[in-house]
């Protein structure tokens, strides 16, 4: 089992920046691919961004390419989340995520393990 907590999410007015977190705990953690989704009110949860167990490979989905990176320090249990020129329509519940083995995946199905979520919002 691996246990999933996120932070640094809050308030940030459009342009700001906020940084997220994501602790692991539970079974060796650098051997998972992590992921970071997010929900909106009403709408299914999206993909973010993704990273290879050896963060040699991330992956972003195009409406956040050039703004946010994902990064990992497989020592701490620690993946992060930059978020740079925030826009209103990033506003949601942000959730960290791991599934098994070392690569990464823009498919939500394929993680095995999800945080509790951090709430994002961002003001015109």
């Known amino acids: 089992q691996v246990q999933l907590v996120e932070s640094g999410g809050g308030l940030v007015q459009a342009g700001g920046s906020l940084r997220l977190s994501c602790a692991a705990s539970g079974r060796t953690f650098g051997r998972y691919g992590m992921g970071w989704f997010r929900q909106a009110p009403g709408k299914e949860r999206d993909f973010v961004a993704a990273?290879?167990?050896?963060?040699?490979?991330?992956y972003y989905s195009d409406s956040v390419k050039g703004r946010f990176t994902i990064s990992r320090v497989n020592a701490g249990n620690t993946v992060f989340l930059q978020m740079n020129s925030l826009k209103p329509e990033d506003t949601a519940v942000y959730y960290c995520?791991?599934?098994?083995?070392?690569?990464?995946?823009?498919?939500?199905?394929?993680?095995?393990?999800w945080g509790q979520g951090t709430q994002v919002t961002v003001s015109a």
């Open positions: 995520a791991a599934k098994k083995g070392v690569s990464a995946t823009a498919d939500n199905k394929e993680y095995d393990y």
């Open positions: 990273i290879s167990w050896t963060g040699a490979y991330t």
